[in-house]
């Protein structure tokens, strides 16, 4: 099993950058790769940015391309997410989730934070 807990979420305005950490407990946290997702009011999930085990493979969305950057720190058992120029359009609660390498799918998920961008 892996504890997934977010924070760093809260109100800012547009323009303005946020970092949120998943912190990690359990299970070696090296053998996973990670992902933050996000899901604002009314829609549906969105795959916001993934990175693997060792930090060396990143996608992230084209709606974030340029602004957002993920990234690890084995060592602290945590994934981040920095989050620059932000718009009101990146109001959402995000999450974080955890899958073994080389699996499709996340099998283990974070609380959420919730992130508003204000115009």
């Known amino acids: 099993q892996v504890q997934l807990v977010e924070s760093g979420g809260g109100l800012v305005q547009a323009g303005g950058s946020l970092r949120l950490s998943c912190a990690a407990s359990?299970?070696?946290?090296?053998?996973?790769?990670m992902a933050w997702f996000r899901q604002a009011p009314g829609k549906g999930r969105e795959l916001v940015a993934t990175?693997?085990?060792?930090?060396?493979?990143?996608t992230r969305a084209n709606s974030v391309l340029g602004r957002f950057t993920i990234s690890r720190d084995n060592a602290k058992n945590t994934a981040y997410l920095q989050m620059n120029s932000l718009k009101p359009e990146d109001t959402a609660v995000y999450t974080c989730?955890?899958?073994?390498?080389?699996?499709?799918?996340?099998?283990?998920w974070g609380q959420g934070t919730q992130v508003t961008v204000s115009s």
């Open positions: 990175i693997n085990w060792s930090g060396s493979i990143i």
């Open positions: 989730a955890a899958k073994e390498d080389g699996k499709l799918g996340y099998d283990y």
């Open positions: 359990g299970r070696t946290f090296s053998r996973y790769g």
